[in-house]
């Protein structure tokens, strides 16, 4: 019985290493041209240039890329997946700048579709609606994480 379970874990790990590498590539596909920015740093030339700076969120220093956690209003639930696609102040996303303290990411993963967007734009109202596309979400509501963790 033990064996099984050893064969079975085995077979596991490695369709978890297989499924790791296939996420990657998938994420590599998905935002391959995203340049890599700190908060708090300046931009890259991809981006628009500004002299700006800011500390961390929430003790996390965020960048383009990264994949993050995406939080209600209250902070109560996550409402969805993506990845910061911009974070410099400057950049406008439905004719607003972002301003300081918010970031521009991409929806990855409707988790609450109903949840209505804090900055709604064009026929972007809800997370639902932003599945794919890029919003203005304040940064202390976006959360870094791992996939790979």
Same mark, same amino acid.
């Given at each position: 019985?033990?064996? #099984? ?11 978890? #290493? #297989? ?5 990657? /590539?998938?994420?590599? =596909?998905?935002?391959?041209? =995203? ?5 708090? =740093?300046?931009? &890259? ?5 500004? +002299?700006? &700076? ?6 996390? =220093?965020?960048? $383009? !890329? %990264?994949?993050?956690?995406?939080? +209600?209003?209250? @902070?109560?639930?996550?409402? @969805? ?6 974070? %410099?102040?400057?950049?406008? *996303? ?14 990855? $993963? @409707? ?7 804090? /900055? ?7 997370? !639902? %609606?932003?599945?794919?596309?890029? *919003? ?5 509501? $976006?959360? /870094? ?5």
């Amino acid at each position: 019985m033990i064996s #099984e379970y050893e064969e079975s874990m085995a077979k596991m790990k490695e369709s978890l #290493e #297989e499924l790791k590498a296939e996420l990657a /590539r998938m994420k590599q =596909t998905s935002h391959p041209n =995203t340049p890599h920015e700190s908060l708090g =740093t300046q931009q &890259t030339s991809n981006q628009p240039s500004s +002299s700006w &700076t800011s500390t961390n969120v929430n003790d996390q =220093t965020l960048q $383009v !890329g %990264d994949d993050v956690l995406i939080k +209600s209003e209250n @902070a109560s639930k996550i409402v @969805a997946t993506g990845y910061v696609y911009g974070i %410099d102040p400057s950049l406008e *996303i439905g004719k607003q700048c972002l301003g300081p303290n918010w970031c521009e990411v991409n929806i990855q $993963v @409707a988790i609450e579709s109903g949840e209505k967007l804090l /900055r709604p734009h064009s026929n972007l109202k809800t997370i !639902g %609606d932003a599945y794919g596309s890029n *919003i203005a979400w304040p940064c202390q509501l $976006v959360e /870094r994480f791992d996939l790979f963790a």
